[in-house]
């Protein structure tokens, strides 16, 4: 029988994949799971963790033994013995299991060799340094590294790097209708991925007020979060929104202490590279350890939605400048960036916490829907200015939200006002 090793910790989950024995042990965390294997060429493998979770429906961080081994994390509710099942799974099946098993995940499987795995979108940080036989989720245990790399979405490689990528979207025909495909396929989603009792990462935007629409349309009870300093736009919109919407609200009003108490905390164990990160890092936390605190343990957030949708202004330019075709380019361009902008920093933030983040936008039926729906229809003329996720605002009517249809926010360092207090400090 796999044996699975998920004894919560006091921090996040954290661990640390040493082949060769030239690394000592972790840094930055004590170890509470430890094991050592020999690959089939000889070579000693040490495999070290803490802070590992395990709820229903498949959702996993820790360690797994079977055949192999599995260390990593899964939220994969159509497959819940996924951790187990890549575990034991031969070199020649594991690409085909990833391409199959829906989710977001990413870890290292060791074996006859080292596999090291990434979801289709990256959510999931996965750092390697080959030069020093080395592979942890945890930037604090790489940074003594020169030679680290982050691995690209929907891969499956070794240490030097070589792999493949397993899964790719496909274009799938939206002709018909497409607000009714994307709103049945948001509401799927969090069917699918969130339990009864979800948190949702409440703006008052667009975005995140059809997230939690779309919880209570799939008959589940979220309950919305909020945060910002006192008088913040983030605030008042999210009161309003959620007035409209009729759902429980919570929200934390923030100060310069626990914000800079927060970021302290977070630096090492979370990828932080700019005042935005460090702003949005910080709001992260701070709601998912306000979930966790209320005894949730999965969160849900709108990311995906602007570079699927083309929320961002610069996308007027880019529609301007490269027309419709060029926009589709880059729209499609940045959302395979994501994994460098930003999931992996949200999901560390969540999982410093203790908290699951899922990300409905970008399950795989969504991502594709997303990706085929013409570029003119994310960002449309209406009596002559440019209207940015007009698609989504679309959506929102139909479902009698037109009140936010229409509403406009700020970007959430702005919005909560963090970024002021985080510039501040970084000087």
Not at 54 to 67: A, E, T
Not at 119 to 131: L, N
Not at 148 to 157: I, N, Q, T, W
Not at 257 to 278: F, Q
């Amino acid at each position: 029988m796999p044996v699975s090793l998920t004894a919560r910790g006091a921090d996040g989950f954290r661990y640390l994949v040493t082949v060769g024995g030239g690394v000592g042990g972790p840094r930055s965390f004590k170890p509470e799971t430890v094991f050592h294997d020999v690959l089939a060429d000889g070579t000693e493998v040490a495999v070290y963790a803490a802070g590992s979770q395990r709820l229903p429906r498949g959702f996993f961080r820790g360690v797994v033994k079977s055949s192999g081994i599995f260390v990593g994390e899964a939220v994969t509710p159509g497959c819940e013995e996924f951790p187990q099942q890549l575990a034991s799974a031969g070199e020649d099946t594991r690409t085909g299991l990833l391409r199959a098993v829906e989710g977001f995940y990413g870890g290292v499987l060791v074996g006859e060799s080292i596999t090291c795995f990434t979801d289709h979108v990256g959510s999931v940080p996965v750092y390697i340094s080959a030069g020093n036989d080395v592979i942890s989720n945890s930037p604090a245990e790489m940074a003594a590294f020169t030679d680290v790399r982050k691995m690209g979405p929907a891969r499956v490689e070794g240490l030097e790097g070589s792999g493949t990528v397993y899964w790719t979207p496909e274009r799938v025909d939206v002709s018909e209708d497409p607000p009714a495909l994307l709103w049945d396929a948001l509401v799927d989603a969090v069917g699918m991925y969130l339990p009864s009792r979800p948190a949702v990462f409440f703006s008052g935007g667009l975005d995140s007020s059809l997230l939690a629409w779309a919880c209570a349309e799939a008959g589940l009870k979220p309950l919305l979060l909020s945060a910002g300093v006192e008088g913040s736009k983030d605030l008042a919109d999210a009161r309003r929104a959620a007035s409209i919407l009729g759902l429980e609200h919570l929200e934390t009003v923030l100060d310069s202490e626990g914000v800079l108490k927060t970021l302290t905390r977070l630096r090492g164990y979370v990828p932080i590279s700019s005042a935005m990160d460090a702003s949005i890092a910080v709001v992260f936390h701070i709601l998912a350890a306000k979930a966790a605190g209320m005894g949730l343990k999965v969160a849900a957030a709108g990311q995906g939605a602007d570079e699927l949708y083309a929320g961002y202004e610069k996308y007027v330019e880019v529609q301007r400048r490269e027309g419709y075709e060029g926009l589709a380019k880059a729209l499609e361009r940045d959302v395979r960036s994501l994994h460098s902008g930003g999931l992996d920093r949200d999901t560390s933030a969540c999982r410093e916490a203790g908290l699951f983040l899922t990300l409905p936008y970008l399950a795989r039926r969504p991502l594709e829907i997303g990706l085929s729906i013409p570029a003119h229809l994310k960002l449309t003329l209406v009596d002559g200015w440019p209207v940015r996720k007009y698609i989504l605002r679309e959506v929102a009517r139909r479902v009698g939200l037109g009140e936010i249809a229409d509403m406009r926010k700020r970007a959430l360092q702005y919005g909560t006002g963090v970024e002021k207090i985080v510039r501040r400090a970084l000087g």
